[in-house]
C-alpha cells in the first residue's frame, strides 16, 4: 500500500466515505481521538492502537468509529477539540502526543472515559489521584520521563567527556517543560555538568536557540520531550548539523531523520496497550477500575553517518549497546 493510501485510510474524514459507511457510523461506538501530534508523524502508531483495539474485538470502521482531531503541535488549540469530541458525544477520548492533551480532555469532562499516554508521572500533572487507583473517569499510561532525562546526559557526556556546557532545549508552554528541568538539572549536579536551558516555542525561536547555543559555546545538546520538537525533527536535525552539535533525542524519529543519537520509551507498545484499555472500556469497564500502566521498554538508536559526519568517533562500548545502528 503506498504511503499516501495509508495515511488516508488512518486519517480519513466521514465526509470522504460511502453513505452505507456513514450510516453504519452511527450504529458504532465511536473513538475520539485528541492528539498533540500531527497524522503524518503518528503513522506507526496508529498501527499499534489498532493492534491494541483487535486484541478487545474491535476494528476500525467494522465495529468501531474513529474521530481524529490534531493539533499539530499547537497546544492552545486543544481546548476547542477536545470540547468538540464532547459535543459529539464520543463513546471514550483518547488523549496523547503530551501532557496537554490530556488535560484539555479532562478539562472539557468529567462523564466520558479517557486514556491517555503521558511522559512522566499523571499524578504529579492532576491527572489521576494515584497509578493503582486513578479515580474518576480517566487512567491509561504512563512513559518513563526522569530517569531517561538523566540516561540521555550521561549518553552525550560519553560522546562529549571534555564537555564545558551542555545546552538543554525545552517547550516553555508544554507543562511537563518544568518536571523536565527538575530531572535535567539534578542529573546534571550529578555529574557535575554545567547547562545552558533554551526556550523555544516557534520556528523563530528554535533558530534564536541554536544561535545562542553556539554563542555560548555548548558542547552537545540534549532536546526535550515535546510534540512540537518531533514536528519541527528535520529542522532541529538539520540545525545541529549545520552547527555540527552533537546531539541527543527522545525518539526514534529523529535518529531516522539523520540525528546522531535517540534513547526513549518504544511509543509502539504504549498504543497498543491504551488500544486495549479503549477495548475493555467500550466493553463496559470503569476507567477508574483500570490501573495506570507503566511502559518501560526503551530504545538506544545511534546514526552512525551523523557520528561520522561529526568526526566522532564512538566508543565500542556504546555502540555495542545500541538496539539499532543506523548506517
Known amino acids: 500500500m503506498r504511503r499516501r493510501e495509508f495515511i488516508s485510510l488512518i486519517g480519513g474524514t466521514a465526509a470522504a466515505w460511502p453513505l452505507e459507511a456513514r450510516a453504519q457510523q ?8 485528541l492528539s498533540g501530534r500531527s497524522l503524518v508523524d503518528s503513522t506507526q502508531m496508529m498501527a499499534a492502537l489498532g493492534q491494541g483495539l483487535s486484541e478487545q474485538g474491535f476494528v476500525e470502521r467494522q465495529n468501531v468509529a474513529i474521530e481524529y482531531r490534531w493539533a499539530d503541535g499547537q497546544y492552545d488549540r486543544l481546548p476547542a477539540l477536545a470540547a468538540d469530541l464532547v459535543r459529539r458525544q464520543v463513546a471514550v477520548i483518547l488523549a496523547v502526543g503530551s501532557v496537554p492533551s490530556p488535560l484539555a480532555a479532562k478539562a ?6 479517557i486514556v491517555f499516554i503521558v511522559g512522566g508521572d499523571p499524578v504529579k500533572f492532576g491527572l489521576v489521584a494515584s497509578l493503582n487507583r486513578p479515580g474518576g473517569n480517566i487512567t491509561g499510561v504512563s512513559v518513563l520521563s526522569g530517569p531517561l532525562t538523566a540516561k540521555r546526559l550521561e549518553l552525550l557526556r560519553e560522546l562529549v567527556p571534555q564537555a564545558g556546557v551542555i545546552a538543554c532545549l525545552v517547550n516553555p508552554n508544554n507543562p511537563e517543560a518544568d518536571s523536565q528541568l527538575t530531572d535535567i538539572r539534578a542529573a546534571a549536579r550529578t555529574f557535575g555538568q554545567a547547562l545552558l536551558i533554551l526556550n523555544a516555542s516557534t520556528d523563530h525561536e528554535l533558530h534564536t536557540a541554536f544561535a545562542t547555543l553556539v554563542r555560548e559555546r555548548a558542547a552537545g545538546l540534549l532536546v526535550g520531550n515535546d510534540a512540537f520538537f518531533v514536528l519541527r525533527r528535520e529542522q532541529l536535525v538539520a540545525l545541529a548539523a549545520r552547527h555540527a552539535i552533537p546531539a541527543v533525542y527522545f525518539l526514534r524519529e529523529f535518529a531516522a531523520a539523520g540525528g546522531l543519537m535517540s534513547y526513549g520509551d518504544t511509543l509502539a507498545g504504549a498504543y497498543r496497550q491504551v488500544g486495549a484499555y479503549i477495548g475493555r472500556i467500550l466493553k463496559g469497564t470503569k476507567p477508574a477500575d483500570l490501573p495506570v500502566q507503566q511502559s518501560t521498554k526503551v530504545e538506544l538508536i545511534i546514526n552512525l553517518k551523523a557520528a561520522n559526519a ?9 555502540l555495542a549497546r545500541a538496539d539499532e545502528v543506523i548506517e
Do not use: C, N
Open 26 to 33: 452511527t450504529t458504532m461506538p465511536v473513538i475520539g481521538f
Open 108 to 113: 472539557a469532562t468529567s462523564t466520558i472515559p
Open 310 to 318: 561529526l568526526g566522532l568517533e564512538l566508543p565500542p562500548t556504546l
